[in-house]
């Protein structure tokens, strides 16, 4: 059975969309640790990380660098911060967070409410700045 991601991808459930190619997806996670919380998905439906072969995840770290570097000239956090965990969705992805402040908590499991209309608007403010 396709994973969440896989119907996320192919349009078979709504996103916060915020780039797209003919390989991978990035949206706006439903469950953020920060405002502007972004995943990355390669759409070939892999669980994990490391089974990617070489090109694919290396087009994987490529595609989020530049959704990386829009959601720097969007959101100006200090940086954006990876976590590369793996566990929730059965589907290889990479959380792109944006860091605030230098002691902020990034752990996962550190969930914040952003309402809806507030995850549009960040989603079209990433995806302006997202140079594919």
Known sequence: MA?????IANGEIPSY??????????FLDINPIAAGHTLVVPKKEIDYLFDLSDSLLSETMLFAKKVALGMDRSL???????????LEVPHAHIHLVPIYEEHQ??????????TKEKMAELAATISKEVKL
Request: charged share 25%; hydrophobic share 40%.
């Open 76 to 86: 100006n956090p200090i940086r954006t911060g990876i976590i590369v965990e793996g």
């Open 3 to 7: 994973t969440i991601f896989t119907k």
């Open 17 to 26: 969309k915020i780039a797209e190619s003919e390989t991978h997806i990035a």
């Open 105 to 114: 908590n990034v752990s996962l499991r550190n969930k914040v409410e952003i």
